[in-house]
């Protein structure tokens, strides 16, 4: 059935899926290798569609600059959409990209760094393609900061807008135009996402 929270992509549930582990669903993924799939708080499979290559080449662009920017400062780990985290919700989701801090990362051990990593990324960076509808990842912007995002960008190349979550506040900051730099804050000190290059 067609899912009504993620446009452009599947949803599967029942009673198998709901009993399936964690390492029952990597399992699953690990079989499926050319599926986009994410898994919902209920434990119901999203099987996404792969993007065009036009948001390809733009998550591209975004994950270099992020990932140069973290090569200068050695202060965490990036990950790019194929990376998933076991969030405290139950769900397992997938960012276009997102930053974790060298701390975080080291707790884990050997094999929670092999699978889905049990946490949520202090960043996270979804890119809306042309199939995505903004209403509802902006939802999906909203889950990533109760499940402890400390910043969340959502990228929307179509309206050139950029839409900044933070915890605690109400609404998210709107900015508008790609002749903007986004600015990492307090939490990617010195990161600047220079929008410009994603037209």
Same mark, same amino acid.
């Given at each position: ?85 076991? @969030? ?36 996270? @960076? ?74």
């Amino acid at each position: 059935m067609r899912n009504p929270f993620e446009s452009g992509g599947i949803l599967l549930g029942g009673s198998y899926l709901e009993r399936m582990s964690d390492d029952e669903f990597f399992d699953f993924c690990q079989q499926h290798p050319d599926l986009r799939i994410e898994r919902t708080a209920n434990h119901e499979i999203i099987i996404m569609s792969p993007t065009g290559s036009l948001s390809s080449q733009r998550n591209a662009e975004i994950n270099f600059q992020l990932s140069l920017w973290n090569r200068e400062r050695r202060l965490g780990r990036v990950f790019d959409s194929n990376g998933g985290f076991r @969030l405290p919700d139950g769900s397992m989701r997938a960012p276009d990209a997102a930053w974790l801090a060298n701390a975080r990362w080291n707790a884990l051990t050997l094999e929670q760094q092999k699978k889905f990593a049990p946490l949520c990324p202090e960043f996270v @960076l979804e890119l809306a393609s042309e199939t995505d509808s903004v209403t509802d990842l902006q939802a999906k912007m909203l889950d990533w900061l109760s499940n402890g995002a400390q910043l969340a960008w959502l990228i929307v190349p179509e309206t050139e807008t950029a839409y900044i979550y933070r915890p605690g506040q109400p609404e998210p900051e709107v900015v508008q135009g790609f002749d903007n730099e986004l600015s990492g804050e307090a939490v990617l000190p010195g990161f600047r996402l220079r929008l410009a290059e994603l037209l």
